[in-house]
């Protein structure tokens, strides 16, 4: 059977199998494919039987498709190993190993199986590299396993992908009919299966249920040495009726998961066949594999840990930041209050007037600030529509022309009345451009600040521009380095830091460019680019 295995991409790690005789479509709309990655077309590449070969073809993508990093254009035939990239996603193309169906099965703790070791492996670090080789086939094979497996360091930091990872290596390279691996969070908690394999479907319940000794398990994880037993069914322990002699179990392997002192677990295969058993050889590389898995949990512990810490720092950040920001506008809002309070004492309008003026510029403040934290903390894809962009701009100047005005400060539109409808998200961008008109506004002199506002369809870049200039003092380069830091801010008590991250997160999330072309002394220009392209489905209705 032929596969596709995702290694790069939103849907990293998933594995797709081919049908013998079906063409396969790969893309947003593709059934057979499903994908979640929105950098693909809805019908960006197809995949095509020929006679036990295939062929992928490119459908005319807004990305192109790329077969071991070249472009392809008409039909390219396939082999095992190619690497198949379309948008954000790579794939693998190539053959599956023979893996029995994967069901997570209960443990029945027993001592049916305290069968007759036979030899004994010590783990511990220098396991993760075997001794010399000899310089045979097999040892190249071991080597080349254990290659394969600290490959998975570094690289897969979830615990239950990484050991069906490791137990994919371990059926097909020692093909046993049953493995399982136990792990504990804790020395004295009870092991619990977290991986069950089976190299053929279970004729009935007993065989689903695996019987294995708890002498076993345990003696591997205080002894921290993996252990072989062979020829189970000459065992005089077991009974005549025992389930693992029903189950006729010729060989078996455990062998522990550790790294140092830290015991995860053990890693259990078992054969039936009744010429076959497992050599101490075999038993040595399964040791060095537990040995090599053990550390790939604790690298994965580590990780985990240090994303933790990572999301701590950023929100301790967050609401000291927040915090400053918010007592800063509420003191103004008080300030405002009592001068309100002191106009309606006294019955002069004029001093109410000005109170209230006060109160609203810091309501606009607050609002601005809680509308910026939102779309800074959500995590979600833009609600494409089609958007008619001289009419959403325009109410955008609608709304800032008051402002403009009490400053004194010109604002100049110059907006191309003819392009088609956009396809865009029109609330993110109605906030990414209204913070940029409200900087602008922020950094231009009362009575002499201009501000200008520009869009521009290009039909051969099938792009939009939007551009908004201001005859300020300009950006300093070490302010540029860090201008869409979040919360790093130069208005002192009246900036939050949150305006260009989230118009420059916003940007991001439709696929556009965000860019900043300033001269001290001279003004700034930040400008926006968006395709015109279509995106999925528009909504028929224009905003």
Do not use: W
């Given at each position: ?24 479509l ?14 693909i ?11 036990g070969?295939w ?12 077969v ?35 069901k ?15 030899s ?5 670090d ?51 009919d ?19 394999r089976?190299r053929?479907?279970?004729r ?35 009974s ?6 029903n ?15 830290q ?15 497992f ?7 399964l ?28 929100v ?6 927040l ?33 209230w003026?006060?109160l609203?510029?810091?309501?606009d ?32 100047v ?16 110059d ?31 009362p ?9 521009h ?7 939009v ?17 860090q ?19 989230v118009?420059?997160k ?14 001290q002394?001279q ?21």
């Open positions: 059977m032929l596969i596709l295995t995702v290694i790069q991409g939103p849907d990293k790690g998933r594995r797709f199998e081919l049908p013998d005789n079906e063409p396969q790969i893309g947003r709309s593709s059934e057979a494919l499903p994908l979640v990655d929105t950098t077309s809805r019908r960006h590449a197809e995949l095509t039987p020929d006679h070969k062929l992928i073809n490119d459908l005319e993508s807004a990305n192109g498709t790329y071991n990093g070249t472009k392809i254009k008409g039909q390219r035939l396939l082999v095992s190993g190619d690497q198949i990239r379309t948008g954000q996603s790579i794939f693998v193309f190539g053959r599956s190993t023979k893996h029995a169906p994967r997570p099965v209960r443990v029945m703790p027993s001592d049916r199986f305290d069968t007759a070791v036979e004994v492996v010590p783990s511990n220098d396991s993760v590299i075997m001794a010399v080789p000899d310089p045979s086939e097999a040892a190249v094979a071991h080597l080349r396993v254990l290659y394969d497996l600290m490959q998975l360091v570094g690289s897969i930091f979830d615990k239950q992908l990484l050991l069906e990872r490791v137990m994919d290596l371990v059926f097909e390279h020692f093909e046993p049953r493995g399982f691996i136990l792990t504990q969070e804790n020395e004295n908690d009870k092991p619990e299966p977290i991986v069950v089976y053929q479907e279970p009935d319940n007993d065989e689903k249920h695996i019987h294995v000794s708890r002498t076993i398990v345990q003696h591997v994880l205080k002894k921290s040495e993996g252990v072989l037993s062979s020829n189970a069914m000459a065992d005089r322990r077991f005549p009726g025992d389930s693992v002699k189950y006729g179990i010729r060989s078996a392997m455990c062998v522990p998961i550790k790294f140092r002192e015991k995860f677990g053990v890693v259990y295969v078992d054969s039936k066949v009744a010429n076959y058993t050599t101490e050889d075999q038993l040595r590389l040791t060095a594999m537990g040995a090599q898995t053990g550390l790939a949990l604790e690298h994965a512990k580590l990780y985990q840990q240090g994303m933790q810490q990572a999301r701590l720092a950023a301790g950040e967050t609401v000291a930041s915090s400053h920001s918010i007592r800063n506008i509420l003191q103004a809002m008080r300030g405002g209050a009592e001068v309100v309070e002191l106009g309606l004492r006294k019955k002069d309008l004029n001093i109410v007037a000005n109170g003026d006060i609203a510029r810091n309501l403040r607050i609002y601005q600030l809680t509308m910026n934290m939102l779309q800074f903390s959500k995590q979600r894809k833009p609600e494409f529509e089609l958007v008619n962009f001289p009419n959403l701009l325009l109410e955008i609608g709304l800032m022309q008051p402002q403009c005005d009490r400053r004194n400060v010109a604002l100049i539109t907006i191309d009345d003819e392009m088609p409808p956009i396809p865009c998200d029109p609330n993110g961008i109605h906030q990414a451009v209204i913070n940029l008109l409200g900087n602008a506004l922020d950094v231009v002199d009575g002499s600040g201009v501000i200008t506002i520009t869009c369809f290009r039909p051969e870049e099938h792009e521009s939007i551009e908004v200039t201001d005859n300020g003092e300009g950006i300093d380069d070490e302010t540029m380095a201008l869409f830091q979040p919360f790093y801010s130069t208005k002192g008590l009246r900036g939050t830091g949150l305006g260009l991250a118009t420059k916003i940007i991001t999330e439709h696929g556009g460019q965000i860019n900043v072309d300033s001269t002394g003004g700034t220009t930040f400008s926006l680019t968006l395709s015109s392209e279509s995106k999925d489905d528009p909504a028929a209705t224009h905003v």
